[in-house]
């Protein structure tokens, strides 16, 4: 650490350090370092990505779709980024818009399964719902019936 509390190294340096310690699931760690990252450099796409996966990692699903939004607003063909839209919005229990972003996602990228099952399970999510008559987006009332 430096005297006013930055990590040593370069923002570069910072980055391939919070990678690490994703990848090694210190989650908490490595968005302190993002968070550094991204203020020296706030339109690092790459460090913002990294951020989206960790925040997702962390469950905090509002917070990484924004990030992720971000990503998708910066660079509208970046198949990730609406991949990973479409999940948050998929935990957020937001399916129409999940739909919307992992259907790009998979036109896309028609190679990637994982991007297709994640359609085909919010689209089977969307499919009970219709035929249930209960609302397409949110958390299922457990007193309704």
């Known amino acids: 650490m430096t005297a006013d509390g930055a990590p040593e190294g370069t923002a570069y340096e910072w980055y391939r350090r919070a990678l690490d310690l994703l990848e090694r699931g210190d989650v908490s760690a490595s968005l302190v370092l993002l968070d550094r990252v991204l203020t020296e450099d706030p339109g690092s796409a790459s460090a913002r990505e990294a951020q989206a996966r960790a925040l997702f990692d962390a469950r905090r699903f509002d917070e990484a779709a924004h990030a992720f939004d971000i990503l998708v607003e910066a660079s509208p ?7 990973g839209l479409g999940v948050c919005l998929w935990r957020l229990q937001r399916f129409k818009s999940a739909e919307d972003h992992l259907a790009m996602a998979t036109v896309m990228r028609p190679d990637r399964e994982d991007y297709r099952n994640a359609l085909d399970q919010v689209r089977a999510t969307l499919r009970a719902r219709r035929q249930a008559g209960i609302p397409l987006e949110g958390p299922l009332d457990p007193g309704a019936s």
């Open 77 to 83: 063909s970046d198949d990730f980024a609406h991949y």
